[in-house]
């Protein structure tokens, strides 16, 4: 699914897969269950609100490909567990 969309949404968004993430990261990210769907948004947030900002986003693209992104990111979404694409389009593609 994430190699169809990433073909749909070229280089406005860049799809990052990150497997088998260790524990540190899964907590630093507040996941607690797999698949979980984050947005990362260029750039520190807007105001003051607690926002998690991190430095870089590391992992593979959907080809498989290693996929260095430098920040910072901010995170702007999160969706948990299974999604259908059209969902995942909608919440995490393009914005236009």
Excluded: I
Excluded at 41 to 60: I, K, R
Excluded at 73 to 81: A, E, K, N, V
């Amino acid at each position: 699914m994430l190699k169809e969309l990433s073909r749909r949404w070229g280089t406005s968004v860049h799809a990052v897969l990150v497997e088998d993430p260790d524990d540190e990261l899964l907590e630093l990210w507040d996941v607690d269950m797999l698949p979980t769907w984050l947005r990362f948004t260029p750039g520190e947030p807007l105001d003051d609100e607690e926002t998690l900002t991190v430095t870089h986003l590391s992992g593979a693209s959907p080809g498989g490909e290693g996929l260095h992104l430098e920040g910072p990111w901010t995170l702007t979404h999160r969706r948990s567990g299974a999604l259908p694409k059209h969902v995942v389009e909608t919440e995490f593609g393009p914005r236009l």
